[in-house]
């Protein structure tokens, strides 16, 4: 079982730039794959960026490549998404997940364990 907490969305202004932080409990948080999507109002949820358990293998969706970075560190058991140059077409709810897997995967269907979300609102 894993538990994930999300925080630090809020509102910034378009260029500017945010740090969200995944806290997850459980034994086998640092042998899983960890990744970050986010949904807008009316839209499907989608993949942002992912990392490998061991944190060597990341990938970001086209959208936010460049400007966002993720990274993790298995002592605290957090998975971090750096945001910079934000968009207002970043605007959504950002979800961290956990996957069955310690290898990066994209996919929604091969998460199995969810946050509850943070709000990211971009103004322009």
């Known amino acids: 079982q894993v538990q994930l907490v999300e925080s630090g969305g809020g509102l910034v202004q378009a260029g500017g730039s945010l740090r969200l932080s995944c806290a997850g409990s459980g034994r086998t948080f640092s042998s899983r794959a960890m990744g970050w999507f986010r949904q807008a109002p009316g839209t499907e949820r989608e993949f942002v960026a992912g990392?490998?358990?061991?944190?060597?293998?990341?990938r970001y969706a086209d959208s936010v490549k460049g400007r966002f970075t993720i990274s993790r560190d298995n002592t605290k058991n957090t998975v971090y998404l750096q945001m910079s140059s934000l968009k207002p077409e970043d605007t959504a709810v950002y979800y961290c997940?956990?996957?069955?897997?310690?290898?990066?995967?994209?996919?929604?269907?091969?998460?199995?364990?969810w946050g509850q979300g943070t709000q990211v609102t971009v103004s322009s």
């Open positions: 997940a956990a996957a069955w897997t310690s290898v990066l995967v994209t996919a929604t269907g091969q998460y199995n364990y």
């Open positions: 990392i490998s358990s061991s944190g060597s293998s990341t």
